[in-house]
């Protein structure tokens, strides 16, 4: 098993592009989170989902958008990138209605300029 | 403000050297989790604590929930180069009506030969 994948690992974006950030899971989890990670801010959830087809905001959900079209994978979009959105990007999935033990992703480090 | 507080925010100590982090909320916490991220990976689970008063260990690292479910600690002993990267503390908490994740902003810990 490969567990929870991050595409891509790094990139650099200017103010105004667009990207989609791809994880993906192999391990048959319901549940799909995206986290962003800031010096001094710990993990703070953006998107989630609970199961194919669906998708509910976290704690910073502003500026980006997320699709689950598959079970196996997590999109997440930056239509208009900004700066404050310069961080590093988790992935992690978990079993149904299981919060705990969630498996992370390597994680996607992204540079706004 | 942060739901969970983790203190230091960083750590140098000597190689051999016993060390402690701190975790804590204001909140009763329903599962405590512990994580390990080194820099640029994902992060990696170390320990769960449910229970007031639990400790769990596993090899020199030991985790302890305080009776009160709104402090928990991780202690290492004798440290080593392989413990330095950064502690996460996680719990599962009510946000907004709905159980999620939230972590502590992170320790950062150097051991120095």
């Known amino acids: 098993n490969a567990g929870v994948t991050q595409t891509p690992k790094f990139r650099v974006l200017k103010t105004g592009q667009s990207m989609t950030l791809l994880c993906a899971q192999d391990m048959n989890h319901e549940y799909m989170y995206w986290y962003r990670q800031d010096p001094g801010m710990g993990l703070r959830l953006i998107h989630y989902s609970v199961g194919e087809g669906t998708t509910a905001k976290g704690e910073v959900p502003d500026g980006y958008n997320v699709s689950r079209l598959k079970k196996q994978n997590f999109l997440l979009g930056l239509e208009s990138a900004a700066p404050s959105q310069t961080s590093v990007y988790f992935c992690?999935?978990?079993?149904?209605?299981?919060?705990?033990?969630?498996?992370f992703g390597p994680g996607t480090r992204l540079t706004v300029t | 403000s942060q739901e969970l507080e983790q203190s230091p925010q960083s750590l140098i100590v000597q190689e051999g050297k016993n060390l402690t982090i701190n975790c804590t909320s204001s909140?009763?916490?329903?599962?405590l989790y512990w994580y390990k991220q080194k820099y640029g990976e994902g992060l990696i689970f170390l320990m769960m604590l449910q229970k007031g008063g639990e400790e769990k260990s596993h090899e020199k690292i030991t985790a302890k929930l305080d009776e009160k479910k709104q402090q928990s600690s991780l202690h290492i002993t004798a440290s080593q180069p392989s413990h330095a990267g950064i502690y996460l503390c996680?719990?599962?908490?009510?946000?907004?009506?709905?159980?999620?994740?939230?972590f502590g902003q992170g320790t950062r810990l150097t051991i120095n030969p």
């Open positions: 909140k009763t916490l329903y599962g």
């Open positions: 996680g719990a599962d908490m009510l946000i907004q009506g709905a159980q999620k994740l939230v």
């Open positions: 992690a999935s978990s079993y149904r209605g299981q919060v705990r033990e969630q498996y």
